[in-house]
């Protein structure tokens, strides 16, 4: 088995539709995130064991970074063609992905957390697997 290691994200083109959001990849491809992102205070914490991919935007929610976090299953090189990044975190890690947005592993779940004092642009969670996906803002507590 070969290991993974952290991969810095580029910045890629985002569109928010009716329905969900399209994150357009440095390759031309893109991919859909179904479902209307549930507003969630300031931080969310993933059921266990699904695939988490955190995007922060601009304000206008025009662009932005995708990571994947502790993706076992992509190769460096196909990270790095797309843009999208990867962090790989231990079992108490905790790592800041963008200024202002914390990742760390509880367990087998993933907890994302956004400071808007810091952060200026929105927080998007997706966590999914075969049976369901899970869409999620971050927003201000405020």
């Known amino acids: 088995m070969s290991t993974r290691s952290n991969v810095a994200p580029s910045t890629l083109p985002v569109e928010l539709v009716d329905g969900g959001v399209v994150v357009r990849y440095l390759d ?14 300031g931080s969310v914490r993933s059921p ?5 991919h955190v995007l922060v ?4 929610g025009v662009e932005g970074v995708m990571t994947y976090v502790n993706d076992r299953n992509t190769h460096e090189d ?4 797309t843009g999208v990044g990867r962090v790989m975190l231990e079992s108490t890690d905790e790592e800041e992905l ?27 969670v997706f966590a999914e697997d075969e049976m369901s996906e899970h ?7 405020d």
């Open 78 to 81: 196909i990270l790095e063609s």
């Open 48 to 52: 266990p064991g699904k695939e988490v």
């Open 57 to 60: 935007t601009d304000p206008d």
């Open 135 to 141: 869409a999620y803002e971050l927003v201000d507590e």
């Open 28 to 41: 031309g491809r893109e991919t859909f995130y179904n479902g209307v992102p549930d507003p969630t205070e």
């Open 98 to 124: 963008f200024p202002g947005v914390t990742v760390t592993t509880e367990g087998y779940s993933v907890r994302v957390e956004a400071d808007f004092s810091i952060v200026d642009g929105r927080v998007f």
